[in-house]
């Protein structure tokens, strides 16, 4: 591995193994998503407890300050939204000559399987692949499912991370799952991170299957709206983060959500 992917994966997984990403990208096919109608606003009391920042370049150049120091992994995929056809038609969005010009130290973007574009979003993955390797930028594939969030079994969320890691993902991003998915993580060759899916009923159900993925071997999580989206982000970040890299356990993790609801922490 090359100087230059070594540096940018290691501002992306900690010294510990570990990372906590935060993903600000929903507007690229939802549009002004509750509580994201102003990114720059969204993030500024919780960046600081992310390890990356996941945004499209419209967000990064009009709501994110340059002088921002965590890296960001740059959303170019894209081309569909919430009222068209088919979620899963997308095509690459972003040049690598602006994914250089500004200055990411990763990309990302979502590939379908199982879909009618199958072939196109994996075609997109290896070409994307190729040419960030010339330039030493990591890919992360995103194992999106569109509005079929009852694909989210181990079977098939082990089959889309290995494809992803065989076209040469440096990282991939997939759904839990609550049964077998130790399976999902042996079965990919590379660092899987944990994605959040629609906002859970509580904070809790988030400290349980983040924990859970975490001892089943994810290195980490990407999880925006049950962060962002809650009453207490501050508090929700913070408590995810102790759970990713102080080994915090549920309990532990909620104790420290509300003592920093509540300002004792």
Known sequence: ???????????????DGKALFLPIDHGYFQGPTHKLEKPGETIKPIVQYADAIMLTRGVLRNCVNPAIPKPVILRVSGGTSVVGEDLANEAITTSIQEIIRLNASAVSMSVFIGSKYEHQSLTNLANLVDVCEDYGIPVMAVTAVGRELEKRTARYLALCCRIAAELGARVVKTYYCEENFEKVVEGCPVPVVIAGGPKTETQREVFDFVYDGMQKGAIGVNLGRNIWQTEHPVAAIRAIRAIIHDNYT?????????QVKAGKA
Do not use: H
Not at 250 to 258: D, G, N
């Open 1 to 15: 591995m090359e100087w230059g992917m070594k540096n940018r994966l290691s501002r992306l997984i900690q010294a």
């Open 250 to 258: 549920p309990e532990e993790a909620q104790s420290l959500f509300e």
